[in-house]
């Protein structure tokens, strides 16, 4: 399988998310062309499923310090502050920038209260101290998402390519170039067509989401692979802190429902965590655990669950919002309510039963604030990438509102930088991809069953609570699977499911490397063999990068 032909363009984006989508309408706005890359349907994003909102400070009785002050908290001593605070005094002016194209935000009118009605409903998430999360319902991803495609399609110097999925950054060291390393674009596989194209660009951003699905549990859709995180390691990037990976406490338990998240603004409108005791009375337990009771940050909110299933045998905890009511359920979380009575249970009678699940990397391709990432050419923006804005532990809806904000930072940068950039381009024969002798597969029952076997011992080894032992016997597993694949499965052709299966196993082996580097416990990551925060640690990244021979 070869490609046929090389496409050119002045920017490439991969990935369709907030995000991408706001890199790709600003990079569009200088007259540009653009080209973005997305493994599915263009609206297939981990964006589409956010619902609880974008942190922004907008009302006088907030202000940037207490945001900055309550991300650095939850960050655990290893946020980077200045970052922290560029990201969230830019954040009015981008959300403002989003509701001129069109984002609509829930105001407190459409609530019923006539006397605020023009005011937004700012919700208040685990860790914030103050309601500042703007919010469209419980939808408020997919509002945003639809708002920025249809801005795309308005664009005719932007090119979608849908159902492409990136196999490997082309960068000049790969190609065996002398010189500082450069990106050219991205060798990707056109599935409904079987063809692997060559895409160049003088900049690459990649913007490709997180890793859920290195996981067995997980909120995120099934495109969260890691992609973006594996091709950037393997052109030798380095990437940071990859052993904090976020549990959702509240993922909906029920045998029908696959991977749908309960908002933490559910908890943010006085929702209760509840489990059955021995003589099956429901009781609160978050209390034992944190000041802040169920509005604690995720961290504490996940290990606390993880702890008291364990403890009791019970395969799920319950959340208590019946003292909202029906109307002001249907109201304020109309998606989720109707998701609810699909499963057969209405919130405003019934518990919600939950367990907590993967659900964002705060980890990931280590940048500067602008999304470069040290090598010419090539950003890193969203989940994917590593700003120092999370530390080990994101701030509730912090994600939507970096995506926005560094993606304007991104897009600025890589436009005063432009005329440099194409400059210093290199210039060279790039060589269309080749599988060469390889042929079609009739193993496909054995990808499956690593696929299985790598989120299975994730789950198990590198989950909410870990250990040496657990991280070594995870280790040893993925080690063996990647022996496999280099051994055997890059003989056969390539296709969507080898791309993702290999993706997987490096974030897998990123993370289970990154979290056995660090001997203590912070934020995110739990090591019962090393419980306690180490102060020498403090603002100390872990850091992975793949040697590059020149």
């Given amino acids: 399988m070869n490609s046929k032909s090389h496409l050119f363009f002045d920017h490439i984006v991969i990935g369709s998310g907030i995000a991408g989508l706001s890199c790709a309408i600003r990079l569009a706005e200088s007259g540009n062309s653009v080209a973005i890359i997305t493994k ?21 009785e907030d202000s940037f310090d207490n945001h900055v002050a309550d991300t650095m908290r939850a960050g655990a001593y290893l946020c980077k502050e200045d970052v922290v605070r560029k990201i969230v005094e830019a954040g009015p002016q981008a959300v403002n920038e989003l509701i001129n194209i069109g984002a609509h935000f829930t105001t407190r009118g459409e609530l019923g209260d006539e006397k605020h009605k023009d005011e937004f409903d700012l919700g208040k998430e685990g860790g914030h101290t103050k309601r500042r999360v703007l919010h469209s319902g419980d939808i408020t991803g997919e509002e945003i998402e639809r708002i920025l495609v249809d801005a795309c399609h308005k664009k005719n110097n932007i090119s979608i390519f849908e159902e492409h999925i990136a196999i490997d950054l082309i960068t000049s060291w790969r190609l065996g170039w002398i010189g500082d390393n450069h990106c050219l674009g991205v060798y990707v596989l056109d599935s409904l067509n079987n063809e692997i194209k060559t895409v160049c660009a003088y900049t690459t951003t990649v913007a490709t989401g997180g890793a859920g699905k290195a996981y067995l549990y997980t909120s995120n859709p099934d495109v969260a692979c890691g992609g973006g995180v594996a091709m950037c390691y393997r052109a030798s990037c380095q990437i940071a802190n990859m052993e904090f990976f976020q549990f959702h406490p509240t993922i909906l338990h029920h045998p029908d429902v696959k991977s749908f998240l309960i908002s933490e603004a559910v908890r943010g409108e006085g929702a209760v965590l509840k489990i059955k005791n021995r003589r099956g009375e429901l009781v609160e337990f978050m209390d034992k655990y944190h000041e802040m009771k169920s509005l604690a940050p995720r961290d504490i909110v996940a290990r606390a669950i993880d702890n008291e299933l364990k ?5 799920c905890v319950y959340l208590d919002i019946r003292h909202l009511g029906e109307e002001t359920l249907r109201k304020r979380f109309p998606n989720i309510f109707e998701k609810c009575i699909e499963a057969g249970i209405n919130m405003a009678h019934a518990l919600i039963p939950v367990v907590p699940a993967a659900h964002y990397l705060c980890g990931g391709v280590k940048t500067d604030i602008n999304g470069f990432t040290g090598i010419d050419g090539l950003y890193a923006i969203g989940e994917v990438a590593c700003t120092g804005l999370h530390g080990a532990n994101r701030l509730a809806s912090n994600s939507l509102l970096e995506a926005l904000v560094v993606a304007k930072f991104s897009t600025s940068n890589i436009l005063d930088q432009f005329d440099k950039i194409k400059a210093g381009f290199p210039s060279g024969h790039i060589p269309e991809w080749s599988s060469g002798d390889a042929t079609d597969s009739d193993e496909l029952v054995v990808i499956s069953h690593n696929w299985d076997e790598i989120r299975r011992s994730m789950w198990d080894y590198v989950g909410i609570v870990r250990t040496d032992k657990r991280l070594q016997r995870a280790k040893t597993r993925i080690k063996n699977i990647r022996r496999e694949i280099e051994r055997y499965y890059w003989d056969f052709l390539i296709t969507r499911d080898l791309i993702e299966l290999r993706d997987i196993l490096s974030v897998a082996e990123i993370v289970i490397d990154s979290a056995m580097r660090r001997k203590e416990s912070r934020g995110l990551h739990f090591n019962s063999d090393y419980p306690d925060r180490n102060p ?14 020149r």
């Fill in 40 to 60: 599915r349907a263009v609206d297939d994003c981990n964006t589409k499923y956010a619902q609880g909102g974008i942190a922004c400070v907008i009302h006088d």
């Fill in 311 to 315: 403890r009791s045998g019970e395969k």
């Fill in 536 to 549: 020498n640690m403090d603002y100390v990244d872990t850091i992975i990068q793949k040697p590059h021979a």
